[in-house]
């Protein structure tokens, strides 16, 4: 059996205004193959979009045990997975990602945002793109997060 690529995972996530509408974009590459992927919500923050990126694309790859290369600029994400920082926010997120995790052989790099890297720029523009389209359903892990909370 031939040995399999390395799958290159590559996320970002947007919001205008923090909450705001927001957006999340995915590039997966693995050899000759390449897929984009975003979406969007009305009103959301930034850092579940930076989450949502990774989750979508780690729902995408059909390869059990693959081994992916996470590159996101969000140390949100970056260091709570490295580090152990304290997951206080976004437990649905968190949630899927830890059942998500199980299936690959994972690392995660933080890479600088809006630096010219290709990948990530892509991402961004993926993820803006993706918020600002009319229409946008709600982010319901958000809004149940928010309820029953003095503003």
């Not at 923050?45 to 045990?65: C, F, P, Q, S």
């Not at 970056?78 to 997120?93: A, E, F, M, Y």
């Not at 968190?94 to 690959?104: A, M």
Request: charged fraction near 25%; include cysteine; glycine fraction near 12%.
């Amino acid at each position: 059996m031939p040995e399999r690529k390395v799958i290159h995972l590559y996320t970002d996530g947007a919001a205008s205004g923090n909450p705001g509408p927001g957006g999340w974009g995915v590039v997966l590459s693995c050899g000759d193959l390449r897929r984009e992927m975003s979406g969007g919500f009305s009103l959301t923050t930034n850092n579940r979009m930076e989450l949502l990126a990774v989750i979508k694309g780690l729902e995408a790859i059909r390869w059990e045990g693959a081994e992916v290369e996470v590159w996101s600029d969000s140390q949100y994400v970056v260091n709570t997975i490295t580090q152990g920082w304290k997951r206080k926010k976004n437990g649905d997120l968190w949630e899927r990602y830890d059942v998500l995790s199980r299936s690959f052989r994972l690392s995660f790099h933080w890479i600088k945002g809006h630096a010219g890297h290709p990948e990530n720029e892509r991402c961004d523009r993926l993820a803006v793109e993706a918020y600002s389209r009319p229409g946008l359903p709600p982010d319901t892990g958000y809004e149940e997060s928010t309820e029953n909370k003095l503003i």
